[in-house]
């Protein structure tokens, strides 16, 4: 019986074919698109310190685990092992469960949650239950974790509906835009292999790494900014984008303004 460590251990296998490149990088392609996110984390915290220098923890956390996201998804796609699949898969569900305990907003807490020291047991212990559910079926977990980002489109349309700032309606559509993208290169990838092969060409996995990395770089922002407006009063968020406006393509960040004025 092959041991959760040895490779091609795991439930699933990509679409990229294995050890072609490298006799002990099983996916190649998919192994180094992960650099994507050794980017993303360093690039959050640099752009966003304002906030950060306001209120460290929620961003240091999450751009930690996104970084550590990275690291797991590199060893699973190296290795296809059952363990690296779990941990690619656990260390999102666990950097999903950190940002929501950090910045989902009060106003849709559920109604027995009062206070947010609630709500981060609540999410802490869904998480503990979800954890020992991914060993149940671990192809599956994907697939729910993928969902997730459907509750989170959701929760950006309802803010939007009361926002009319013109800058975070464009940063929420470039947004929507990276992900659909992105999720589309990923059931591509997992349902039409045989086309992707036949035509030489299996490496949409790749490409979801990137563009789910880039999604997450408008993404944060947004959520950093309406945390700012609604648990930092005394502050008004402001998006900017780097390098400078003009760019054809820039990368959002939040400023902090004084004082507070709605959105
Ligand atoms: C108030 C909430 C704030 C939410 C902030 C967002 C925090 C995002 C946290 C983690 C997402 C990391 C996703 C990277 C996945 C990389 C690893 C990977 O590719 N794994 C695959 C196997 O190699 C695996 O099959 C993928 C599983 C699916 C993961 C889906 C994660 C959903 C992320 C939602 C992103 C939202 C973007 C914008 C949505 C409109
Ligand atoms: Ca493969
Ligand atoms: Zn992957």
Redesign the pocket.
């Known amino acids: 019986m092959p041991s959760i460590f040895s490779y091609q251990s795991a439930e ?1 296998d ?1 679409c990229e074919s294995n050890f072609v490149r490298s006799a002990v990088i099983a996916e190649y392609y ?1 192994t180094i698109s ?1 650099v994507s ?1 050794f980017v993303l984390s360093p690039a959050l915290l640099y752009l966003n310190r304002q906030y950060c220098q306001k209120k460290a923890v929620p961003l240091y956390f ?1 751009s930690g ?2 970084l550590l ?2 690291v797991f ?1 590199m060893y ?2 190296m290795t296809l092992s059952y363990v690296g ?1 779990l941990l ?2 656990l260390s ?1 569900l666990w ?2 469960a950190v ?2 305990s950090f ?3 009060q106003a849709y807490f559920p109604k027995c949650i009062k206070t947010r020291r609630h709500f981060f047991w609540l999410t802490g212990i869904t998480t503990v239950i979800s954890t020992f559910m991914s060993f149940i079926k671990p192809t599956l ?2 697939y729910a ?2 969902c ?2 459907f509750h ?2 959701y ?2 349309w309802k803010e939007l509906k009361k926002c009319n700032d013109r800058r975070v309606h464009r940063m929420a559509a470039v ?2 835009m ?2 659909v993208l ?1 999720i589309t290169s ?1 059931i591509s990838d997992r349902w039409l292999c045989w086309l992707w092969q036949a035509i030489n060409f299996p490496y949409f ?1 790749s490409f ?2 990137v563009l ?2 880039m ?2 770089l ?3 922002p947004l ?1 950093i900014y309406f945390d700012v407006s609604y648990e930092m009063p005394s502050f008004k968020p402001k998006l900017e984008y780097w390098p400078s406006d003009s760019w054809p393509v820039v990368v959002p960040y939040v400023t902090l303004e004084e004082p507070h004025k709605q959105c």
Do not use: R
């Open positions: 699933v990509w998919n992960n996110f999450v685990l996104l996201v990275g998804s699973f796609h699949q690619d898969e999102i950097t999903l940002a929501y910045w989902y907003p977990n994907a974790l993928n997730i980002a989170l489109l929760m950006t947004m929507v990276w992900w992105a990923w996995h979801w790494h789910i990395a999604s997450l408008y993404c944060c959520v």
